[in-house]
């Protein structure tokens, strides 16, 4: 606005007159080449500007606006195509009210959710599309009545005492009898032999969980390594300035008071972690170095109590095992049976609870804290279901016991006809038990607390609360039904749709846990560096699968009267059969060279060719950055050194009593302005009157435009970033 | 254009086109320059006299960052928040506001600044009250087309809260009060607001002075890519 504010007759030699002002002012706004739509005045005066600028009347040239209309056009289109890409992606409305109110730390969990339903439903379009689609397409003959086998089995083939038998469909449903003979579990799969033209579904069937296995690495990789911690590289000043976002943070589109209110709380969960990030920063910085070891010992004090304790859960289902099939004779073996999954029930319980607890008595950030809870609830978990599958391997296939009943066949024959459907079951039964766990946790335990403590107000339900959601035990629940997902693709090619289903119905269960019953967390965490660990611990639940996986296909005999490899003697020999029947001499030997040593080791050595010529890159990128830093310091230290030159070579002002601070005298070429307060827009013009000595006058001409005289003292207080800075 | 629930025709539009040039009194700068400036320019020699030629001259499309089509819903909605007497074409160019009215527009409903947006555009001069170019002036900053530049210089005169050309510690703190909500568990405490406040403070205040001027806010303005998208009111 044009606004000259008191025309006070007596006014301090010096001071230009309002007149002068709005001349100058005028002269210089006829004179920019600002478009009149760009100047930052009310329009009664952006007319007269016009007017003053074109008294003829200029037409805008009709190209002119076709042509800002055209660039418009493009601009909203582009702007509405990023939308819609952003919109697809599944759940994407929910994710953003979950970020807003509870910050991008607990949304990181939901958004991992979203990753592992979309890696299930790739295995399952994987193994559909190769094993199941040609497999009702080409109806492959049966191959004939199984063999009738001698067997000779020590004692009866009674029921085991003390294992309950439900004939209830529900329950058969639950355990996975009731699909024996579908396409669910490996049992139902038969195909005739092997010929070269017709497409082998035991490859196939073979080959699509390893497939599917080394895509989820590679999907799971890639995340991964989207998520490294970059700050490490770039160092603290290289993020966006806190007052940036200050100022550009408000979305000034939103006009439902919801979405507003989600802005809000976006922005203090926003300012809160950054504050606290950067309190925790100085505090670092502030250490002294008794400080810092101190610091890292009692982190390295922690980690190794809690290993001890890790160590000691793992021995204590070690033994319960042991001891529950040692003692298999004995009349309490009902109770015995169900001890391994009783103490395995027990250690997941209470191993989490107790490794949050030891972990924030140490006040690490809050990042630090979730992912080192984190890691070590996976290490219990994982290694619980290790122990799962190594009493497996016991008892259907004789690992490490006594191989009497295993010698005929290569497994139990007595006890189970037809193992892989039996192994199926069980990681079925797995599956879903997780499953019925975490909904009975969200209907019948975070909920009536959240009744009760709502409804009652006693000490005792102030003390305890609402449930805060704790992202790392829900992540160790999906990356453990994940696991076992993965363990069981051979056995039970349907798993990943199940889990798929499990999946879908579980981010549903945890949102309304999340927004109705629970409490936001005090203390919350980016999202920067759980995105990846918590790839890392879903890499150590693939490998955990790979491993017991790789060892059954290639060593252990298959069932002899069920599935696909009842003629083989490792699943694996079907691929040299295969090769043998179906590639010309040269492939096989090529293929015969591929397999060989003497392709792998130069293969080794071209990889870490590969490797070192990667590492010296980085650090080649890392002496760059290095020296750019440098750089910059260097010309902002020129820059101030011109800003010293100017204010040395303009006039001295004269005593000053001016009540405002002082400024660098590089600004007092711009002239003393027309719109006091609001300096106007543009560059200085080209005359550069004398700056002389502000009055405030009691009328009004309000605080100093800035931009006054300063003294070259003033250059001084100026800070040169110093290298030790950046 | 012209259709039935556009009023603005092209003729009304070419009615805010120059016819010749207006004597002192008629002079276009409104009430916001002072007396004494009006005399100077009345004072001033007269650009020569043409005659009123509607093709020339300019439209509000010139002088604002909005196509026709903005402009006539503008008005549209406008209309509807004038009473029934006032909303024929000529009266509603002339009407006032208040602001009461604006800010029951859904488009402002939800925002922490509304106020402050008003009182901004406001021309009148008690400021309560926006008439028609007040708000088309509100529109065109707020425009997606609208350069950085002016948009900085709103937000600028926006955010200060005491209208005094910079942005003290007190404006920085009520800004961050209107950001994060009244609520108990979204306020800043004491302690984190004045982290946060000398945190901005030495970002962005290069002069070493305690406030942040213009020139400043918009140099800092200029390292946030987002800023222009989402300082963006859309009709």
Known sequence: MLLPRSVSSERAPGVPEPEELWEAEMERLRGSGTPVRGLPYAMMDKRLIWQLREPAGVQTLRWQRWQRRRQTVERRLREAAQRLARGLGLWEGALYEIGGLFGTGIRSYFTFLRFLLLLNLLSLLLTASFVLLPLVWLRPPDPGPTLNLTLQCPGSRQSQPGVLRFHNQLWHVLTGRAFTNTYLFYGAYRVGPESSSVYSIRLAYLLSPLACLLLCFCGTLRRMVKGLPQKTLLGQGYQAPLSAKVFSSWDFCIRVQEAATIKKHEISNEFKVELEEGRRFQLMQQQTRAQTACHLLSYLRVNILIGLLVVGAISAIFWATKYSQDNKEESLFLLLQYLPPGVIALVNFLGPLLFTFLVQLENYPPNTEVNLTLIWCVVLKLASLGMFSVSLGQTILCIGRDKSSCESYGYNVCDYQCWENSVGEELYKLSIFNFLLTVAFAFLVTLPRRLLVDRFSGRFWAWLEREEFLVPKNVLDIVAGQTVTWMGLFYCPLLPLLNSVFLFLTFYIKKYTLLKNSRASSRPFRASSSTFFFQLVLLLGLLLAAVPLGYVVSSIHSSWNCGLFTNYSAPWQVVPELVALGLPPIGQRALHYLGSHAFSFPLLILLSLVLTVCISQTQANARAIHRLRKQLVWQVQEKWHLVEDLSRLLPEPGPSDSPGPKYPASQASRPQSFCPGFPCPGSPGPQAPRPGPFVVDAAGLRSPCPGQHGAPASARRFRFPSGAEL | ?235
């Not at chain 2, 029951?104 to 028609?132: G, M, Q, Y």
């Not at chain 2, 002036?137 to 997606?144: A, Q």
């Not at chain 2, 002069?207 to 009709?235: C, M, W, Y």
């Open chain 2, 1 to 235: 254009m012209g259709g039935s629930g556009s009023r603005l025709s092209k003729e009304l539009l070419a009615e805010y086109q120059v016819r010749g040039t207006p004597g002192p009194r008629e002079l276009a700068c409104g009430p916001l320059l002072g007396s004494r400036v009006r005399e100077l320019a009345a004072g001033r020699p007269r650009p020569p006299q043409r005659s009123a030629n509607p093709r020339s001259g300019f439209a509000f499309q010139d002088l604002t960052f909005l196509t026709k089509q903005e402009i006539l819903l503008a008005h549209r909605r406008f209309c509807e928040l004038l009473p029934q007497e006032q909303r024929s074409v000529e009266s509603s160019l002339r009407a006032q506001v208040p602001f009461e009215q604006i800010l029951s527009l859904p488009e402002l409903k939800a925002n922490p600044f509304k106020e402050r947006i008003c009182r901004v555009f406001s021309t009148s001069p008690a400021k309560d009250s926006l008439s028609f170019e007040d708000f088309l002036d509100l529109l065109s900053v707020f425009s997606d087309t609208a350069t950085p530049d002016i948009k900085s210089h709103y937000a600028f005169r926006i955010f200060d809260f005491d209208d005094d050309g910079t942005l003290n510690r007190e404006d920085l703190s009520r800004l961050v009060n209107c950001l994060t909500g009244e609520g108990e568990d979204t306020r800043l405490s004491a302690s984190e607001m004045k982290q946060l406040i000398d945190n901005i403070l030495e970002e962005s205040d290069i002069d070493r002075d305690g406030t942040i001027n213009l020139s400043e806010f918009q140099h800092v303005i200029s390292r946030s890519p987002d800023f222009a998208s989402s300082f963006k009111i859309v009709l």
